[in-house]
């Protein structure tokens, strides 16, 4: 970015902290600093890098980053609110010129909103949300994910039989909607039953354990199942395959990632459903990038899901 931009923005950003962000901020401090680099500076921190669409996220927001002359701080959460509210408090002392959220959970992130918005520095949270609002939210629908998955189950069973259900990291935002969402089609179909619904916490080992457990619990009785997330459904598929039943239990799960993906086009994986990672991490930093150039942005961008199955995954293969 060059020096002139720079000040246009960062006269634009001190006048809106006068007129709405109340005492607190450090604009005139971040300003400075920013004024001798360069470029914008926005602290990221990330739900789980050992996660494979959080990697694509990722990806996603350091192309858009170089695309754009930013420069990203990214922080690697491991699955704690706590640390990711530390995370933003050290954003803060770092004097970042945006925060891009990926929370842990819905609740327990919300300080790290909070803090950042009460020191004047606007936050983007990117693929789930929390209780407090931030400046902008950038992902998707989730109950729409779930709405697909199960109604692609349904549909698979003709509206009748078996299902479980394999929950994400309990009191995240994905977690709580996707159940939504897989609740809605359940109350459509009164002959579909929920044998059980636990958490694997987005894991593909712990869904493998959860799997053998339900298997040695249930046998034959099970007809399908529906995870939340691509992680847990191929930890599924694993545990189905290795008890041999696979050719009469359905799976299906959200994300499309990459061994999804190929699962899918091999036969193993029922069915996945596309979640933009790209389109996600590169509206995400375009978004924050708006905002701290004091440029219009949308305060929600929704990115539709799709339905991956045998039939079209072709088209999703990378």
Do not use: H
Request: hydrophobic share 45%; charged share 20%.
């Amino acid at each position: 970015m060059n020096c002139a931009r720079w000040m246009l923005a960062a006269a634009v950003f001190v006048m809106t902290c006068i007129s709405g962000c109340g005492d607190g901020g450090r604009p005139g401090e971040r300003g400075d600093r920013e004024a001798g680099s360069g470029q914008f500076v926005f602290g990221v921190s990330l739900l789980n890098l050992s996660n494979e669409y959080i990697v694509l996220l990722n990806e996603a927001m350091q192309e858009k980053a170089a695309e754009l002359g930013v420069r990203l701080i990214v922080n690697d959460a491991r699955r704690s609110a706590e640390r990711q509210v530390q995370q933003a408090e050290n954003f803060l002392v770092q004097g970042v010129d945006a925060i891009i959220l990926n929370p842990c959970e819905w609740d327990a992130s919300s300080p790290a909103v909070d803090r950042a918005l009460a020191e004047g520095v606007p936050v983007v949270n990117v693929n789930s949300q929390t209780r407090s609002a931030p400046t902008a939210f950038v992902g998707s629908r989730d109950e729409e994910s779930a709405e697909l998955a199960m109604g692609y189950i349904a549909g698979r069973l003709n509206g009748q039989g078996n299902v479980l259900m394999m929950q994400g990291f309990m009191g995240q935002t994905a977690q709580i909607d996707r159940e939504r969402g897989a609740q809605e089609v359940l109350g459509r179909y009164p002959n579909l039953n929920l044998l059980a619904s636990q958490t694997a916490e987005w894991d593909r080992a712990k869904a493998i354990t959860l799997m053998e457990n339900w298997i040695q619990s249930f046998g034959d009785a099970i007809d399908a199942v529906f995870a939340q997330n691509d992680e847990m459904g191929m930890g599924a598929v694993v545990a189905i395959e290795q008890a041999g039943i696979k050719d009469r239990v359905i799976v299906a799960s959200v994300d499309a990632i990459a061994d999804a993906l190929d699962a899918v086009n091999a036969g193993r994986l029922d069915a996945t459903v596309f979640q933009n990672a790209t389109a996600q991490g590169a509206m995400a930093v375009e978004t924050a990038f708006s905002i701290v150039s004091g440029e219009p942005f949308e305060e929600r961008v929704f990115i539709p899901f799709e339905l991956v199955t045998k039939d079209n995954v072709g088209a999703f293969l990378r």
